[in-house]
């Protein structure tokens, strides 16, 4: 049984889909991932899988270059015939369908991982792209099994008219490896972990920490995470730069060692404009971290208002303040909703219970699916 996944980049099947190449081995199935290859190329061959390596721009908007990636996929998959195709996140949800209905590849998993910079953004480009991204995804999310990540793409792709839909709550987190840990009692440090983009509300993160200094508020104030060169709404690194350089918050760059840095965190945030599942939140929770997060979806689906952290309106760096300030200055209720955090880490977001309920969906396509 031969397994095709089509993501855009290396790094990002590592981070979320590498645990489920695996799974899908050791299932019995036959793995290669499609996806522009950059340094994670061999951490992804070392696994046991294969690479076809297959170069894409994200930002890309130019109608000829995008009608040469699904003419470039299809040739493909008629080449190599996948038994089944997985395409994760938007554009290959897009692209990696129209290559299938070429081809006649009719086993197909489309996992929409977010509805991206089109619905998250304000932007006249992303008002005129929605439309037709709409009339697309209504055409070809019929064919296959469809995963959403959150309740409100749930309800979007099934007012489509779309009917296989299956709510998979994210790509899962290792518990084990993710876990919590004494924390110093040192100025509480608020971490935001993500691509360095406005939509995850990083303006709105440095306006807070800005407005809690002004209040005399005792914090440090850290991005973790490199722009997003493939991404239109990157934020620049000259900007980044010149934050850190103003006091305005501490800019550590992409890093790799997550636990170690969730471990100097006492509070995780992300006033993201929209998710699928963000995979930093829910790293977050393992760790034991409180959260505070934006009322949007998909960062609504990992906290429970007072619970295990605190949501907050879209774009409102003053109601983020508000909530930032309650959790810096109040060990206890942070320590309190970190374990809360983990508990619903256990119960919900396991990368065994992802990877399982993932396989169950080949086996809706005709897939008897048995992990060795």
């Known amino acids: 049984m031969k397994l095709f ?11 979320h889909r590498l645990a489920l190449g695996v799974a899908a081995k050791e299932a019995g199935f036959d793995v290669t991932v499609v996806t522009q290859v950059a340094d994670h190329g061999d951490q ?19 109608p000829f270059a995008e009608l040469d990636v699904v003419r470039r996929l299809a040739k493909i998959y008629r ?8 395409h994760v996140a938007l554009k290959p949800v897009l692209y990696g369908s129209m290559a299938a209905w070429l081809v006649g590849r009719k086993k197909v998993v489309n996992a929409i991982a977010g509805m991206g910079w089109a619905f998250s953004s304000s932007s006249g480009v ?12 209504r055409w070809l999310l019929n064919h296959g099994e469809v995963i959403v990540q959150n309740h409100d793409d749930a309800d979007l792709v099934r007012r489509l008219g779309v009917e296989h839909v299956n709510l998979i709550q994210g790509s899962g987190v290792d518990v084990d490896r993710f876990h919590p840990v004494e924390r110093s009692h040192a100025p509480p440090v608020v971490m935001l972990v993500a691509r360095m983009i406005w939509d995850k509300g990083v303006q709105e993160f440095v306006e807070a920490g800005r407005i809690l200094r002004a209040r005399g508020v005792d914090a440090r104030f850290v991005l973790v995470g490199d722009p ?27 890093r790799d ?16 404009y929209r998710e699928g599942m963000p995979k930093t939140l829910l790293e977050a929770a393992a760790a034991g971290l409180p959260i505070v997060t934006s009322d949007a979806p998909g960062c609504r689906e990992v906290v429970i208002d007072g619970d295990n952290g605190l949501l907050v309106p879209v774009k409102d760096a003053t109601r983020l303040a508000d909530a930032l300030q309650a959790l810096i200055e109040d060990e206890p209720l942070r320590s309190r909703m970190g374990l809360r955090s983990r508990a619903l880490a256990m119960e ?24 060795a």
């Open 228 to 254: 997003d060169t493939g991404n239109r709404a990157q934020v620049p690194q000259g900007v980044l730069r010149q934050w850190s350089k103003d006091g305005d918050v501490e800019w550590w760059g992409r």
């Open 44 to 62: 992804i061959r070392e696994a046991g899988l294969r690479v076809i390596d297959f170069p894409i721009s994200r930002g890309s908007l130019n």
């Open 257 to 272: 060692d997550m636990p170690a840095v969730l471990e100097q965190a006492h509070i995780a945030c992300l006033p993201s």
């Open 126 to 137: 992303a008002k005129a792209l929605k439309p037709v991204i709409r009339g697309l995804l």
């Open 79 to 86: 080449r190599e015939r996948p038994d089944i195709v997985h």
């Open 348 to 371: 919900r977001f396991t990368d065994e219970a992802i990877i399982n309920a993932t396989l169950s969906v080949y086996g809706k396509l005709g897939f008897n699916v048995e992990r």
């Open 5 to 15: 996944f089509f993501v855009t980049e290396d790094w990002y099947f590592c981070s």
